[in-house]
C-alpha cells in the first residue's frame, strides 16, 4: 500500500465518529486519510451497543451507507419500562409523531462504513503504531501545518494535514495532546458497572425491557430473531469469573420477573463487564484539531446514546470543513464545540437521568427507592413524562 504523505484533513481512530467523518467529506469531495491503531478485524468484531436513532438511521441512508441496515436491522416503535414486576410502554411512534429507532450493532455500521470507504478509494490504515500528533496550534508564529506522525510495517511515517480530527476514543491520543490547560473535564463515575451477555436466543419480547427491582437493574436487548443481548447492573470492579452461566440466568430470571412472561435461555456466546461513567470535555476543539465522539464525551450505556453522539458530532464537522473548503470562512469551524455541545449536554441530562431512574445506589435510601418508583410511575402514566422520555430516545433534531 502506497503510504500517503498528505491529505486536507488527518482523522485518528477508525470507530462511527471517524469512519463517518472520512465518508461525509468524501461526499463533499474533500480529501481524508483515518489512522487505526487495532487491525480491521478487531474494530470490527468489537461488541458495543446497538440502538441507532432515527436520525442516525436516516443519515446513514441519505448518504448510501443504509443498505445492510434497512434489511437487517430490526425497527422498533417502543420500549417497554418494568418494575414491580409489571410492564409499561412507552411508545414511541404515537408520542413522537412516527419515529422510532433501529436495532443494528455498531459493529455492523462499523462495517458498512469500512467497505464504503474502502470502495470509494478511500484510505483507512490499520494496525498503525506510536501515532502522535503535532503542530496543531494555530497560534503557532510559524504556522507550520498539522501533522500525525505513526509507526506503520516498521516505517516512520508522517502525514501533514489542513486540519486534525481526534476520533480516537476516551483512551485515545488526541485529547491529552491539547493544553492541559485549556481543556475543562466533567465527569460523573458510577457506583456500579453492567455485566453484559451475548447469548443464542430468541429475544423473549419484540422490544427492549428496561427493569428496576430491588435486586439492581436489568435490561433485555437483542441484535436479531435469534440472539440476545442481556444486562445485569453489577459492581463496577465486578469479576466475571464469579458469573457462571447458570448464575447470570438464575439472575436475569429475579430481576425481569413478570407475570406470564418467560425469558428465553440459550449458550452465551460472550460475556463482559463495563465500568459506567459520564464524561464531557470542553471546549471539542483547539487550534487546528477538533474532538469528535468518544474522545470528547462518553455517556453512560442507559440511554443506548453513545454512537448516536458521535455521528452528531461529525455530521456538524463536516459541515464546518465543507463551508471552508467551499468558501475559507471559519465561522462554522469556529462555532464547532459550541454547536456540539449544546446537543452533548442533552445527551448527558437523558443519560443520567435514565440511569439514576434504573439503577440501585450503594447505601440502599428508602426515600431514594421511593422516590425512583415514583418516578417510574409518573413517568409511565402522565403524556407529558412519556413524551420527554420518547423524544430523546428517538433522538433531539440537529441544531445546526
Ligand atoms: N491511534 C489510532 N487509533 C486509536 C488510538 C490511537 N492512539 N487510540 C484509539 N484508537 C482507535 C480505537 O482503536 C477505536 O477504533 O480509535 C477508535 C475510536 O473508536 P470508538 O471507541 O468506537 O469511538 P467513537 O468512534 O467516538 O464512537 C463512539 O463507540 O465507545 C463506543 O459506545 C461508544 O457508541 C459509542 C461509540
Ligand atoms: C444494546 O443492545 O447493547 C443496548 C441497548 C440499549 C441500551 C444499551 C445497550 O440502553
Not at 455517556?299 to 471552508?324: E, M, S, W
Amino acid at each position: 500500500m502506497l503510504i500517503p504523505s498528505r491529505t486536507q484533513v488527518g482523522i485518528v481512530g477508525a470507530g462511527p465518529a471517524g469512519l463517518m467523518l472520512s465518508h461525509l467529506l468524501h461526499l463533499q469531495g474533500i480529501e481524508s486519510v483515518v489512522i487505526e491503531n487495532r487491525s480491521r478485524q478487531y474494530v470490527e468484531e468489537r461488541v458495543r451497543a446497538g440502538v441507532l436513532e432515527h436520525g442516525t438511521v436516516s443519515l446513514l441512508t441519505e448518504t448510501g451507507v443504509g443498505e445492510r441496515m434497512k434489511r437487517e436491522g430490526m425497527v422498533h416503535h417502543g420500549i417497554e419500562l418494568r418494575f414491580h414486576e409489571r410492564g409499561h410502554r412507552i411508545d414511541f411512534e404515537d408520542l413522537t409523531g412516527g419515529k422510532g429507532i433501529t436495532i443494528y450493532s455498531q459493529h455492523e455500521v462499523v462495517k458498512d462504513l469500512t467497505n464504503a470507504r474502502l470502495a470509494a478509494g478511500g484510505q483507512v490504515l490499520f494496525e498503525v503504531e506510536k501515532v502522535s500528533v503535532h503542530d496543531f496550534d494555530d497560534s503557532q508564529a510559524t504556522r507550520s501545518k498539522p501533522k500525525i506522525r505513526y509507526r506503520k510495517d516498521a516505517q516512520n511515517c508522517e502525514l501533514t494535514c489542513d486540519f486534525l480530527a481526534g476520533c480516537d476514543g476516551f483512551h485515545g491520543i488526541c485529547r491529552p495532546s491539547i493544553p492541559a490547560a485549556v481543556l475543562v473535564e466533567y465527569e460523573r463515575i458510577y457506583p456500579f458497572g453492567w455485566l453484559g451477555i451475548l447469548a443464542e436466543a430468541p429475544p423473549s419480547s419484540d422490544e427492549l425491557i428496561y427493569t428496576y427491582h430491588d435486586r439492581g437493574f436489568a435490561l433485555l436487548s437483542m441484535r436479531s430473531e435469534k440472539i440476545s443481548r442481556l444486562y445485569l447492573q453489577c459492581q463496577p470492579e465486578e469479576d466475571i469469573d464469579l458469573w457462571p452461566d447458570e448464575r447470570i440466568w438464575q439472575e436475569l430470571n429475579t430481576r425481569l420477573a413478570s407475570e406470564g412472561w418467560h425469558l428465553t435461555h440459550g449458550p452465551i456466546l460472550q460475556k463482559g463487564v463495563t465500568g459506567m461513567r459520564s464524561f464531557v470535555v470542553e471546549p471539542m476543539q483547539y487550534g487546528r484539531m477538533f474532538l469528535a465522539g468518544d474522545s470528547a464525551h462518553i455517556v453512560p450505556p442507559t440511554g443506548a446514546k453513545g454512537l448516536n453522539l458521535a455521528v452528531a458530532d461529525v455530521r456538524v464537522l463536516a459541515r464546518g470543513l465543507a463551508d471552508f473548503y467551499a468558501t475559507g470562512r471559519r465561522e462554522l469551524l469556529d462555532a464547532y464545540s459550541q454547536t456540539c455541545l449544546r446537543r452533548v449536554w442533552k445527551v448527558q441530562r437523558f443519560s443520567w437521568w435514565m440511569t439514576s431512574m434504573l439503577h440501585r445506589f450503594p447505601g440502599d435510601n428508602p426515600f431514594d427507592n421511593r422516590r425512583q418508583l415514583a418516578e417510574l410511575d409518573y413517568v409511565t402514566s402522565s403524556r407529558a413524562a412519556s413524551q420527554s422520555l420518547a423524544e430523546n430516545y428517538v433522538g433531539l433534531p440537529m441544531e445546526w
